[in-house]
């Protein structure tokens, strides 16, 4: 069973930047496509971004193209979310998922994962 932890979140001004870590163990990260997820309160969970096994494919949610950028280092068995120029609407609670899949895909749907991990909060504020 894979597990999955978040850290890196904090409370930063619009415009700053923030890199989340999804550190893994309990099974090898290479069988699993990862994503990342949040949901702010009243919201539905939404998918931002996931990167495929082999990391070449990487999918991103229309509203976090250009600003968010996801990788993998499997040496480390982490997948990291690198967020600049954070906006308000980005406040959230996030969380990473591992997804059993093929080698170059994954989705944004979360209803394709079924390990996640505990969430890291993100607070943009002035």
């Known amino acids: 069973q894979l597990r999955l932890v978040e850290s890196g979140g904090g409370s930063v001004q619009p415009g700053g930047s923030l890199t989340l870590a999804c550190t893994t163990s309990g099974a090898p990260m290479e069988y699993y496509a990862i994503g990342w997820f949040r949901q702010a309160p009243g919201k539905e969970r939404e998918g931002v971004a996931c990167i495929s096994r082999s990391g070449t494919v990487a999918n991103y949610r229309n509203s976090v193209k250009g600003r968010f950028a996801i990788s993998r280092d499997s040496a480390q068995s982490t997948v990291y979310l690198q967020i600049d120029n954070l906006e308000a609407d980005d406040t959230a609670p996030y969380y990473c998922?591992?997804?059993?899949?093929?080698?170059?895909?994954?989705?944004?749907?979360?209803?394709?994962?079924?390990?996640w991990g505990q969430g890291t909060q993100v607070t943009v504020s002035s």
């Open positions: 998922a591992g997804q059993y899949a093929g080698l170059r895909a994954c989705t944004l749907s979360p209803l394709g994962y079924n390990s």
